[in-house]
């Protein structure tokens, strides 16, 4: 069968088993076993796959047909110009960490040679975006799981970026005392959904480790312990910026104020949702 009759005949597959967006999914699965860039996989619809290809692809989308997202049966997500490998171990990276990543060089721009610790790095996505973007900075990133940050390590080292982050299996804080006003920036994008509503998240998402998603009850308790915690370890007039859920501007920017953050402010994705809070601490 030639890429044409592959495409048409997993885009059905698909379609019968409700996966969003069918005919996308099977053109990017398709690119990505041809080799080619996204989109052009339909044109060369006259190709032949040899045995192995379409071995291949029918294994994918058999995948997505299990709802499985398309980066962790590709094992690879694009970050701010990153090629990133992901796992079923990690979160797959958003576009709106990218945001916060962006969020993060303008509030330490005037910092010669930044020291940021990232709390929860998952792949590193974060961590290894920033320490790109600000070549001086210095950073000191942490997880729980141990798979996770041994995939951070691994796509650290990929970007030859490894000698300046330091990833730590670390609890939140667990109140380092060589952390203790060392850091200019603390950035972090914990987990946030209400436990709640974990498990009414599609099915995709539902793959994801539920310890990279779930907040506690209302899906703030990472987010407390952060905001309780970074004041100890920023330096005066240090910076927090965190990822937060649409529907938690309010209740963050109260927690920053009433640790004594200023300058409190959210902002919003490009749908107008309230994504990431950042505060300052007073300088002294
Ligand atoms: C929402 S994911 C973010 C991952 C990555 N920074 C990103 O943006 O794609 C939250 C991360 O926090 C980690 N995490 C969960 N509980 C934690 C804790 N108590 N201390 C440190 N990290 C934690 C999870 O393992 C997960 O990697």
Redesign the pocket.
Known sequence: MDAAGWLAKAESFLAERDVPEARASAEFLLAEVLGVGRGTAAARGERALTERQAFQFWDWVKRRGRREPIAYIVGTQPFLGLDLEVSRD?????PE?EE?VLECERLIASVPAPKIL?????????AIALSQLLPQATIFA????DK?LALALKNAIAHNVHHRIRFVR???FSDRQSLRGWADLVV?????VPSRDVDRLEPEVRME?R???DGGPDGLD?IR?IVAGAPKMLKSGGALAL?IEERQGAAVSRLLNAAGFSGVHVRKDASGRDRIAVGRLPEK
């Not at 942490?142 to 799981?145: C, E, G, H, I």
């Not at 972090?188 to 946030?192: D, E, F, L």
């Open positions: 990690c979160l797959i990276p958003r960490t916060l990232e709390i929860g790095t998952g792949t590193g996505c974060a942490t997880d729980v799981s996770a670390e609890d939140l972090s994008n914990p987990p946030y480790p310890l990279a998603l990472a312990a990822e």
